[in-house]
Every structure is written in structure tokens, then in C-alpha cells.
């Protein structure tokens, strides 16, 4: 008798075990998929799977199993209770509201689920003690939401009729996975392909698969027209992946205002005169002109002269002394400094073909000024110095008519 008492404990226990069971180790969602920022209602089904058994007073609790599951999802309730479920094979569904936070990561995430219940045998009064049932590893998939951006660049400021070596740094800084991503600098179809060109390879750049946090780089040379205007422009990115991702960016760049300037001279007694104009489209600032040293002229003076803002259109002019070197050719070498628009200082050297009317135009027109006036100083004090002697003859020849 004893001996089947314990079959009796042991056949009881086993079914106990099995009294409460999930459909599933995937926990069921309101709606798929998941994203973080959304707040849901999960499902949990709990089926009787004790043959014979009474399950009373059932009530289910939802755990995160670990920490990141609970740092990833906010439980607003974690503990429903399903009433009593009779009958071998019933199933009632247990329902848990949840927020799962805004910066959860994409991923699986694991919970347990415990299910208290009392219960009694069919055909006796017999109460049963409580039990819990574990049910481990219940899974909740979250789908994380990308947004691959553009974290930092090279561009900056480019000169028209320039090639640039750029490079773009783009980051995920959503919580989700892009496959196969590509970048892509959309020129075609606007102003701006006019205005530039990328070389080499094409406007598409593939950036592979860019998980949360991760970053990729690409390089290009960046080719200004000529003609190219001053201004800001914003090269538009459209960034492309599986499962329909597809984001916009810009990324901003700066023509500078460059221009050109023609220059030409004119030689006057005592003075050489270099004139300056802006032949380009853009206005330059703090305009100078220097003649550095050379071999083929020498200065005397000043070697530099600011100009001032020249427009396009504008012309001004220098006044310089200087003098040819003996031997040396006729080219006069010179420096042009001016700002552009964008703030950068540039420097332009220049050459001029140049012929004085004087081997030293400038050094011998100064000298003979001063001749002059020594010469007429000198006749002055002659006769202050002979004054006397000049009244007596010319007294002499008035008293000889």
C-alpha cells in the first residue's frame, strides 16, 4: 500500500508539472514589428496541461531575465491574473502593457514567465498546495529604426576651375541595421551639376551593412567648373538600403570668389604708373600690389602699394620708382594679394613686359631735377656776390651813349 502511495506522489507530481505551458517561446505583440518608442500589448497564452487538474486563482508574472531586456522595455504592468481554468487542454491568454524605450537597440530580448496557480483533483475535495511554473526565455524581437547622417566633412571652401579631395563621414545613429547601404551625391538632375563633378568612379558609394553606432567614410575628388559662381551650395545625399531605408542629407561647400586681374603700365617723366583691373566676376578685397626683388629691374622707394576693394570692372593704379638692371630682360615681375569672398587670401603672381624710354628713367629724371635747381641756386648768389661790380658796368655803359 505504501508502495503505491508513492507511485501515487510521483505520477501527481509529474502531472503538476506539466499543468501550465506556452504556446511558444516568441512572445506575441500587439503589432509586428516592434520599434522602440512604441508602447504595446504583449500576449502570453497559458494553456492547462495537467490531465485531471483544476488550475484556480492563475495568475501570470512577466520578468525580464536579464538587464539589458530590462533597461530596453518598461513593464506598466507585470502581473495578470487569468481566474481558473478548469479543463485538460483549456488556454487563457495573459495580457501585459509595455513601453519599450526610445533608445533600445535592435535585437532579441529574453523574459521569464511565472505562473502561480492552486488547483484540486477531479472527483475529491482534496485542495492542492500553490505551485509555480517557470516558463524560461520567452523572447520579445525588437526592430530598431536606423538613420544613417552625415557626421562631418572635408568640404569647406573651393576655388572655381579647382579638383578637391574630399571625404564624407556618415554615422547610424539610429537603433536599427541598414544591409547594403549606398550613398549617393545626386547631381544629376539639378543647378548643381553644372556647377560640379565628381571624378573617378561615379556618384555612388556603398557603405555595406551599417548596424546602431556604426560609422563608414567615403572619398571623392570634387571637381569645380570654371564659371562656377560664389556661394554657398548644398550637395544633396540620398542615403538607400534593404527593407525600403532611404534618408536625405546635404552636405555644404563654399565657392570662393576668386577672380583675375589685367595688368598694364604707363611711363611719364619722373613716375612709372602700374594700373590693376579686375577682369573676374567677383569682387576683391584689400587689394596690394608688390614688386618682389628681381634681376631684371630694381626698385627705388616703396616696393609695395595698397590698393583698396576692387570690384569687378574696377581698375586703379601704382606709382613705383624703378630702373631697368643692365643686362637683364624686359620682363617685370609682380605680386598681386587680395581676399576673396570667402575670406581667403590669395596671391597672384604676374609678369610685364616692360620698356623704359631710360635704361633709369626714374633715378635719372630725379637727378636732373636736382641739377637744376642747384645750378639756378648757384647763378643766384653769383650775383648777390658781384652785385656791386655788376651796378658799376652797366652804370659805365650808360654814361658812354
Known sequence: MKRLNVIF??????????????????????????????????YVPIKNAGYGTFMEDVSVRLVPKDNA??????????????????DWGDQRTAKFRIHVNPD???????????????????NTA??????????????????????????????GIVAPMSINKETLQLKNTGTGTVQNAVVEIKLAGTDMNTVFSILGGGTQFSLGNMKAGDEATITFNLAVDITARPGVYNLPLKITGLNNYSSDNYAGVVVAGTTNFEISYQETLGSFSLNVANVGISPASAVAVTLPRQKNFTSTGSSSSVLGNLNPGDYTSAIFQIAKTSGGGNA??????????????????KYLPVELSQAGAQTKSTSTNYTTWLLAAIVILVIYWQRSKITTYFQKQKGSK
Open 9 to 42: 506522489v510521483v505520477l501527481l507530481t509529474m502531472l503538476l508539472a506539466q499543468v501550465a505551458s506556452a504556446a511558444s517561446n516568441n512572445l506575441v505583440t500587439e503589432s509586428e514589428p516592434v520599434y522602440p518608442g512604441d508602447t504595446i500589448y504583449v
Open 104 to 122: 533600445a537597440a535592435e535585437g532579441d530580448y529574453y523574459f521569464d514567465v511565472y505562473i502561480t496557480s492552486k488547483g484540486k483533483q477531479i
Open 69 to 86: 531586456s530590462a533597461k530596453a522595455v518598461t513593464l506598466l504592468n507585470d502581473i495578470y491574473s487569468l481566474g481558473t481554468i478548469n
Open 126 to 155: 482534496n485542495q492542492i498546495t500553490p505551485i509555480t511554473t517557470k516558463l524560461e526565455d520567452q523572447i520579445l524581437t525588437i526592430k530598431g529604426k536606423p538613420l544613417i547622417v552625415l557626421l562631418n566633412s572635408t568640404l
Open 332 to 349: 617685370l615681375e609682380l605680386e598681386i594679394q587680395y581676399t576673396d569672398t570667402g575670406g581667403q587670401r590669395h596671391t597672384i603672381t
